[in-house]
Every structure is written in C-alpha cells, then in structure tokens.
C-alpha cells in the first residue's frame, strides 16, 4: 500500500523508508555466508570493519591474543565473537587471515586441525601465494590471497585508505570470487596475478612504496652534505617529489623522465659522482643503480647511443673505482 495513502506526514514517511531499507540490508546479510577474521593488526580490523560495513556478515575474530582480539573485534561491531582460532570452522566457512607473513601457514595448520574442510580462506600477503594455505588446500578448502595494494598505519587510516584501491588477488576460483566480490564492495580494482608470480608482483610493490622511501631518504642525506638541514630538506624536496609521481601517472615514466640522463648530460652526472664520494655507500649505489634504469628509460626516448656510451662510462668508471677502494680497505 503507497504510503502517501495512509495520510502519513512527510518525516515519518522518511523515517518509515529509513527503517524499511536498514530492515532489508540486515536481510541481505543474514543471507550470506558468514565471514570470520584472523588477526588483530591495523589491516585486519580496518578490512573487517569496511567488510562488516558493506554487507558482509562478519560473526568472529581470532587471535592468540584474548585481550587484543576484544579490542578488535569490538572495533569491527560490538556483535562480532573474539574466539580462540580453533573455534573458527564452527562459526564461520569464509576465513579472512590477516596476519604476519610467518604466521599465515600455522593459522592454516590450526584451522584445519580444527575440523574446516570446505569454504574459502583468503590471506592478505603479497608476497606468498595460495600455497601458504596448502594445510587447508590439502583439506579441502578453496584458497587465495586478496593484497590491499595499500599501505597501512593504523585501523582509522585503513579505514579510508582501502576503499577504491587495487587488490591483488589470486588462487583458486572460489577463492578468487570472494576476493572480487569483496574488491568491489569497497569500490576496488581487481588485479589478477597469477600464482607462481607473486615474488615479482610484490617486489614491484615494494619498489612503488619502500624504495621511494630510501630514495627521499638518500636525497635528504645529499642535501645535508650541501649544509641543507634534514627537516628543510624534507620540506623543500616534497613538492619535487609529488610532481615527479603525479607527472609518471599522468604520462608514463618515459615522457615524465626530465634530467640529465634523458639530456645525456655526462659532464652533470660526473659532477653528481664526485660529490658521491662523500655519501654512504649504500647511497652512492642506490644513485648508480637508479641512473642505470633511467638510462635504458632515456632510450625510449631516443637518447643517442653516443650520449648512452658517455652515461654508462661514467657510471662504469665510478663503479671502478668504488671496487677499488673497497679491495685496498680488504
């Protein structure tokens, strides 16, 4: 019966729609599988609590830890059960396992020992494949990995900072579903790796984030050799940086590529390489290691393989003589 029919006002007409459409997405979720969470760290809670969220029925969390597992289940909804892992495969037949990367496969030894023999359980590492779960692959269990290609601090960060992101996710086709499913609940991409690539996925992770954080680190040290404070120097070098970043996104690494490589200036490069010998060796060598690859990125520029051969002499003469001193020192 249309409501404007019964003669009711305006706000409880809101009112009315409001409970009816909260009614309907408890209903939804009722109707589906419920979904259990290991681990208590910043990405298992922040992923447990936008899963709850977004319709999916988390019912439990376990942890090694009672106290921090009522923490974090508290956080995801007051209704979620803290449990002990072997409690698991009675409550919930989707398993979200969040935790270090040396725990994953004994969270799989456990849960299996503890009777899970269908359902899906995904991990949240990058850097290890389905064969992490082989315990519960072994059992029966579809399996898979579903990696927030994010970086995470604390649960209210993750929060925000997992919703619209690429997910890495790979394994077996139950498993995949899951992580898609989930992947555009948070309004994600979905990037399929295949399973034995995985080490080449996450390394390339790696270097988008971790190594830009040596790279800021070693410019701040060159610039404290010219007398520039760390802090300044920070400050100073972040609007380089980001340009840098938006441009390569923007346009691609090689047209955003500016500098002396892609100018094939080797009189600069060798000026930069004197002044190297004052740095750490660790930054001299991240400076030649990154000159190297913006040498072959230059060439897609059409660099002159004159200017290539200048480069790479005095990057080999440098080499050379760092080889050197390190067998006098021995």
Known sequence: MDVLALGVGRTARVNILICCGLRLTETVKASRPPVAIVGTGAVAQALGRLLYLHGERVVALASRNRFRAEGAATFIDPSVRPVACADLPSLAGRVLIAVRDEGITPVAEELARAGMRTGVALHTCGAKGPEALAPLKRAGVACGVL???????????????????????AGDGPAIEWAEDIVGRLEGRALRVAAGRLSSYHAG???ASNALVAVIDAAVVLMGQAGVEREAAL??????ARASIDNVFANGPSAALTGPIVRGDAETVAAHMDALDEAPPTVAALYVAAARRLIEIARERDLPEASVRALESVLGSVRLKADTTTAKSA
């Open 147 to 169: 990696h927030p290609l994010q970086t995470v601090v604390t649960r209210e960060q993750g929060m925000k900072s997992l919703k619209g992101v690429t997910y890495g996710v």
């Open 235 to 240: 400050r100073a070098l972040e609007s380089l």
């Open 205 to 207: 992770a790696v270097m």
